[in-house]
């Protein structure tokens, strides 16, 4: 992929443009277009090479003195105080592109053949974008999200995945079902406070790994379908430590343990 500095004369940001972009921040307005915004040189370009198609692309004339962009990238260079106007964050990072919600069909018979994630009402936009990223540094391609959860699109997702959205595939179904119908076929692994010590425990290469939400864990009809109950154990056991981990840290550690394995 090729890229270039040269730059095209600045085009001023339209109010409708501007108000498109702020509508991007509601579920609503990014599931009726099929769009969402990035933020960041990374995340930006990260997407632009995963062949995530960009509607349009917004830069800052110190963004692009220091950086650039694939040559067949259309962008609009903006000032300062026009990015802070359309930007989602505190400190606009100098470039923002509106992209095209990726079609990613399921592949529903995933975890048979390898690991893949499964969250459970997840609420929490970062904490989603940071178990994407973990995701994809463990190499798991495909997260499956109840319909409850956070929005992979919403703007902190994103922010928070650093580019790893454009490598992951998340989906959102009905998860009881999803799992019922995993029956048999792919071990069922979840999280729970009265599980089996994970680094005790077989583990296997393939599979579905359910991770619960922030404050009630798994839910009781995903947690009726998972038959390997895991536990990771505070240390030194018995002592009266924190209630629980952060959803994302429990992630990245069973994730790690599982690819330890595998190794």
């Keep these: 992929m090729h890229y270039y500095n040269e730059r095209i004369p600045t085009n001023m940001l339209s109010k409708a443009l501007l108000k498109q972009i702020n509508s991007l921040e509601l579920r609503k307005f ?83 053949t390898r690991l893949c994630l499964a969250l459970d009402n ?71 406070l009265d599980g089996e010590d994970i680094y005790a425990h077989e583990l296997s290469p393939n599979g579905l790994i359910v991770m619960g939400n922030e404050g009630n864990g798994i839910g009781e009809k995903c947690s009726a379908l998972i038959d390997k109950r895991l536990l990771i154990p505070n240390y030194p056991a018995g002592n009266k430590t924190s209630e629980s981990l952060n959803v994302s840290t429990a992630t990245a550690i069973i994730c790690s343990e599982f690819r330890r394995r595998c190794r």
């Excluded at 922010?159 to 799992?179: C, N, S, W």
Aim: with cysteine; charged share 25%; proline share 6%.
């Design 122 to 192: 997840i609420q929490d936009p970062g904490n989603l974008g940071t178990i994407i990223r973990i995701a994809d540094w463990f190499g798991i391609e495909e997260i499956f999200c109840s319909t409850g959860s956070a929005d992979a699109y919403n703007p902190k997702t994103i922010q928070a995945t650093m580019g790893a959205i454009a490598r992951v595939k998340v989906h959102y179904t009905d998860l009881p079902e999803f799992i019922a119908s995993l029956e048999g076929n792919a071990p069922i692994y979840g999280t729970f």
């Design 30 to 112: 990014r599931k009726e277009s099929g769009l969402f915004i990035a933020e960041g040189g990374k995340t930006v370009t990260d997407l632009i090479k995963a062949g995530i198609v960009a509607e349009k692309v917004l830069a800052t004339p110190a963004w692009l003195d220091c950086n650039s962009l694939p040559e067949e990238t259309g962008f609009i260079e903006v000032t300062d105080e026009e990015m802070k106007r359309a930007s989602f964050l505190r400190t606009p990072q100098g470039i923002l592109g509106i992209f095209r919600q990726p079609d990613n069909k399921p592949d529903i018979k995933a975890p048979c």
